[in-house]
């Protein structure tokens, strides 16, 4: 079955973009629904749309690179919630800087969140899952961990999210004992509020569109039905696997 009817979801960074549409995915497939974001994140209209499917949400805000917070946020979730069976790790990251110009402490922030942090949820996360005899996860990678745009000046997202697609990989061996799944998506470029950004906007609009053979950025929305399929009992043999959504950019 595609459903995850009365399942508990937890989604980091659950406010905006990829997040926000795979939470309200989650909803229309039966699961509840625990938003996690940063304090300063609106998350209320998600919320409402998570409602308006008849289920449950909550938003915790919490920071991701806190294992004190992750592990207060699984609890919470679980509290109000009900056990948890699946969780999206969508916080993340980016900023233009060139590799010549960047500083340890750039490099290492972007690290920090986009690898650390998903390290971090997945572990409060699973432990969580192992109580409740398994569960599924899906983490965001990125096809700019497989091919590196130049213009995009990000090299050190680039490598991070390289490190999320294999770090998904570890843990899908590690975990696969206790019934969990780890599997991570690689989307192209969509149109998020990450990419709300003037350096990002032209390039978008141009060599993307150029480079895709569907012609155009993805809607965050398309990132959800990747997403769902992985974390529903329909993949219940996929584990360890990075699926690339990205309207063919990487294909030729
Ligand atoms: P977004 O900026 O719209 O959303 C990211 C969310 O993460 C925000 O709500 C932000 O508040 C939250 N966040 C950031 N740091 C956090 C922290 N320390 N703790 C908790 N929450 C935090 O971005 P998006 O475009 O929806 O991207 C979601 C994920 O998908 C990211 O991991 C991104 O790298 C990945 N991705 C995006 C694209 C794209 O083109 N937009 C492509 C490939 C991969």
């Not at 039966?30 to 409402?48: F, M, Q, R």
């Amino acid at each position: 079955s595609f459903r995850l009817d009365d399942g508990v979801a937890m989604v980091t960074g659950g406010a905006s973009g990829i997040g926000s549409a795979i939470a309200i995915a989650l909803a229309e497939m039966g699961s509840h629904v625990a938003l996690v974001d940063l304090p300063s994140s609106d998350a209320s209209a998600t919320l409402k749309a998570i409602e308006a499917e008849g289920r449950s949400a909550e938003f915790i805000a919490a920071d991701v690179t806190s294992a004190e917070q992750m592990e207060a946020a699984v609890r919470r979730a679980e509290g109000s919630l009900g056990p948890l069976t699946t969780a999206v790790n969508s916080a993340g990251i980016a900023h233009a800087v060139p590799a010549e110009d960047m500083t340890a402490e750039q490099f290492e922030r972007v690290f920090r969140v986009n690898v650390t942090g998903v390290f971090l949820s997945c572990q409060a996360q699973a432990r969580a899952m192992r109580e409740n005899g398994g569960g599924a996860i899906v983490n965001l990678a990125s096809i700019s961990g497989i091919v590196s745009h130049r213009e995009m000046l990000q090299s050190h997202y680039n490598s991070s999210k390289a490190a999320v697609a294999h770090l998904s990989k570890s843990l899908a061996t590690e975990w696969a004992q206790y019934g969990i799944r780890v599997n991570s998506i690689s989307p192209g470029f969509t149109r998020t509020p990450m990419n709300d950004r003037a350096e990002v906007a032209s390039i978008l609009d141009e060599a993307v569109t150029r480079n895709t053979p569907l012609g155009r950025p993805a809607d965050p929305f398309e990132m959800a039905g990747p997403a769902l399929f992985l974390l529903s009992p329909a993949a219940s043999f996929c584990t360890g696997a990075d699926l690339v959504v990205d309207g063919g950019f990487t294909a030729w």
